[in-house]
């Protein structure tokens, strides 16, 4: 019996134990995926060990500490400096960012040059790195300074942000999620739509404002649930070996998103 959760705070909200129960029942496999509201950082392994989890999946705000706290990380992971996914081996933790690989996946039909990522948080460095790895040129808009975390040349606040044409605009704040808003002020928001190809907004399963505003402007657009359907379905390959073809994994975790949250 193999046992799995995805650690965060909060956590009620996550589908992922809905995404990865369905593989396990539809792959006929004996194991359980649950989750676990984690209060301290620094308890992290030891609820791992202490649950005899096998793997698991980690979110907000713990990405950052299970990169610190892992033995080995992929490159993608040390590059991005956050994992989502923890595999215990051998008593070590091994660790991956499937965040990435779904992002990618869930846009690699679009044909494009120029993106700006609209949020500066735990999210965008990965989608930043993900983005420029394939060679496309990214800016960074984001309400305060975070210059700390991201190559001062491409961040930019919207105070020293000047106008110009990106082809795929991405909402990567929560606005859409906790408010009406979107993600930036009209000034701002509006022309950079009216120039752009495709919008991308991470929030899942709600036509945001910025969508709304995307589709009558003519865009290409999507939420995040394919990025999300996409890094569970990279994640339960980790956690089975690759033993399974990444399509059917998606295509058993997919009816996930037709059920009511
Ligand atoms: P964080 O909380 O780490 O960062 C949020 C960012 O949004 C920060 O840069 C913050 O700015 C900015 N922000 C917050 N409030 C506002 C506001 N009112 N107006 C403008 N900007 C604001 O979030 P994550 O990067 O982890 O996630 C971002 C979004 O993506 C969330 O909605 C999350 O649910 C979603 N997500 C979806 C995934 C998927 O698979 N579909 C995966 C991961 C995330 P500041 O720095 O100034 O505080």
Known sequence: ?????????????SISPRLHNLALKAFNLKGFYSRLN???????????DELNLDAVNITIPYKNVAFLYSDFQDNLCKNIGSANTLIKKNSKFYAYNTDILGFLKAIEN?????????????????????????????????????SEDFFVQNFYTYENFKLKNYDLIINATPNGLINSDLPAPNGIILPLLQNAKFSFDLIYGLQTPFLELSKKLNLIIQDGSNMLLFQAAYAFNLFYDNEFKFEDIVNVMKPVFSLKR
């Open 110 to 146: 679009y044909s494009f040059k120029t993106a700006l990522i609209i949020g500066a948080g735990g999210s965008v460095k990965a989608l930043a790195y993900g983005l420029n790895l394939q060679g496309k040129s990214v800016d960074i808009l984001n309400k305060s300074i975070k």
């Open 38 to 48: 984690l209060l301290n950082s620094n308890q992290l392994l030891n609820s791992i």
């Open 1 to 13: 019996m193999k046992k799995f959760a995805v650690i965060g705070n909060p956590i009620n909200h």
